[in-house]
């Protein structure tokens, strides 16, 4: 598989520009009971090496999850000068049950933090539909001292929700950053953050919402 990210189950579309749903068509509470197939298209960046990436889906269609085992930004110490931001671009091919379209409500990113005094750290994501020259980023940034877990959540209101258009196959892109600036942490310590433990149990949840197409 593409960058040794593995096939799951379901996937949805967020924040992107894509063609708006009447309001007369009903919103469900909850999903469609056919399974939404995803597959990889790509998977690339300095921040899922091959093999360290794999995506699975809940079995309700309520959500999938990314989970990566080698996602680590870092500056000062013996850290490589070019480590201190790293990134990862998820290439998705989507396809729901006929008759449905689908958004992502939020996106809840997990990992842990090691920042000295005076060093800062940020991480952010994008969003976009193949082919749409609109690009939506959400930025979180953290600020040293900082030891400890840390989440971050983007989210959209429900009337703000972007569906995916209906009857047409365009792939879906999540692209992911960390990025860590030493400020004015003392020289030669480290600072450091990570979307992964060291068990490789720590996931993004991205939540799904579900939408009846318009009839043909």
């Not at 360290?52 to 079995?59: E, I």
């Not at 000068?81 to 809840?108: E, M, W």
Request: glycine share 8%.
């Amino acid at each position: 598989m593409a960058g040794g990210l593995f096939m799951g189950g379901a996937i949805a579309a967020l924040f992107a520009t894509a063609l708006p749903l009447s309001n007369s068509n009903p919103v469900f509470d909850n999903p469609p009971p056919d399974k939404i197939v995803i597959s990889v298209a790509t998977v690339n960046g300095s921040g899922c090496p091959q093999g360290t990436a794999a995506v699975a889906v809940s079995p309700d269609n309520t959500a999938f999850t990314v989970t990566y085992s080698d996602y680590l930004a870092q500056v000062g110490g013996n850290a490589d000068p070019t480590a201190f931001r790293k990134n990862c671009q998820l290439n998705l091919n989507v396809h729901v049950p006929q008759g449905f379209t689908y958004a992502i409500a939020s996106a809840d990113y997990r990992g842990f933090a090691s920042l000295q005094a005076g060093a800062s750290s940020t991480e952010k994501a994008s969003y976009y539909f193949q082919g749409s020259p609109n690009t939506a980023s959400i930025t979180h940034p953290f600020r040293g001292p900082y030891g400890d877990d840390w989440q971050a959540t983007d989210t959209t209101d429900w009337a703000q929700l972007v569906w995916a258009p209906c009857g047409v196959q365009r792939n879906f892109n999540i692209n992911t950053e960390l990025r860590v600036n030493a400020g004015t942490s003392a020289p030669g310590s480290s600072s450091f953050m990570t979307m992964d433990s060291t068990d490789g149990d720590i996931s993004t949840v991205y939540h799904l919402a579900w939408k009846e197409c318009p009839a043909a």
